[in-house]
């Protein structure tokens, strides 16, 4: 189910503190927790994706260095999120210091786990979700950054498809049903009812595995939907170049919501600046290890997003992409 990789080894071990007292340990070597709901713990590193170099190159730049005064325990859930609640119990029972969670239902699954060890997160909208009840005071032991600016960035997502496809009339909507029910999921159908098209839910079963997404992209061929999008659920990470391949195969024209699926052959990605984001959480990680409160530490909402269209993938699609869109992406990989 999980997968460590501690990077220091300790003498002792820690006592449960409170929160104020976490200032008390500056002398000593931290210890995090760096949990993604998807993603390989190898991947995890300096010298993995930009995003994770970023990260760590920021918190060494405040202060903060593997191996010398910051100890870093990875874990993975490999995407199976009915072990998400016996893994946040796991963790938690080391004690660490912080844990930086990379999702929504993980994060959850912490909140229910321990309300002393501060907790940071990437979470498309906290307060929808229930994790905290105010962005800029959330109170408690968590903080973070909202991985899109909020629910607004599933609208834009679809104007994109609207604006690169003529014609467009049914759009597919790939997610997880808890993702569909809730207020993320009622955004989606508003956003397609402003747009005036249908929005279809192809919505995965029980859990995210290959004979899901196989099923899934069956049902999207027969129905003949016109374009899909891609919910913002990191689980779906574990399987990119697999979406990535069904959606080609499929012949069905997507929308992803990170770059590394356009990297994958993805048609068109929207996302938050990952390597941007990554230094901002390093800031929060920095400040809680030097001894602040999470809770009065406002979610910091970004910024930066950047628009990547793959015409490599447009042209196996026979789309014409329109120059208009062209020129505002941030990237076109030719």
């Not at 016996?86 to 912490?110: E, H, K, M, Q, Y």
Request: some cysteine; charged content about 20%; proline content about 5%.
């Amino acid at each position: 189910m999980r997968r460590r990789d501690f990077i220091t080894l300790f003498s002792c071990t820690a006592a449960t503190w409170p929160l104020a007292a976490r200032a008390q340990q500056s002398a000593k070597i931290k210890r995090m927790a760096f949990v993604q709901s998807a993603s390989k713990v190898s991947r995890m590193t300096v010298s993995g994706p930009p995003w994770y170099g970023a990260f760590f190159d920021e918190l060494g730049r405040l202060g903060y260095v593997e191996g010398k005064n910051l100890g870093v325990e990875r874990y993975s859930g490999e995407g199976r999120t009915d072990r998400y609640p016996a893994l946040a119990r796991d963790v938690v029972s080391t004690n660490p210091d912080l844990i930086l969670a990379v999702g929504g239902r993980l994060s959850l699954d912490f909140k229910m786990a321990t309300t002393t060890i501060p907790i940071v997160t990437i979470v498309i909208d906290p307060v929808a979700l229930g994790l905290v009840a105010n962005i800029g005071r959330p109170g408690g032991n968590i903080t973070g950054v909202t991985i899109a600016g909020g629910l607004d960035i599933i609208g834009k997502r679809m104007g994109l498809l609207v604006e690169a496809m003529q014609k467009l009339s049914t759009v597919g909507y790939l997610a997880s049903r808890p993702f569909w029910e809730d207020a993320r999921g009622a955004a989606a159908r508003e956003a397609a009812k402003r747009a005036g098209i249908a929005l279809s839910p192809a919505i995965l079963g029980n859990a995210f595995n290959e004979a899901e997404y196989e099923r899934v992209f069956r049902s999207l061929e027969q129905d003949r939907t016109d374009a899909l999008m891609i919910s913002e659920e990191p689980e779906h990470a574990a399987y990119i170049a697999m979406i990535v391949e069904l959606a080609a195969k499929s012949r069905i024209p997507t929308i992803y919501p990170l770059r590394e699926f356009a990297d994958a052959g993805g048609l068109i990605a929207y996302s938050i600046n990952q390597v941007d984001v990554y230094r901002r959480l390093a800031s929060l990680v920095a400040m809680i290890l030097k001894g602040a409160n999470p809770g009065d530490i406002p979610f910091y909402q970004p910024t930066k997003f950047e628009l990547v269209i793959n015409l490599k993938a447009a042209k196996a699609l026979g789309l014409q992409m329109p120059a208009m869109l062209l020129g505002r992406a941030d990237e076109v990989i030719e």
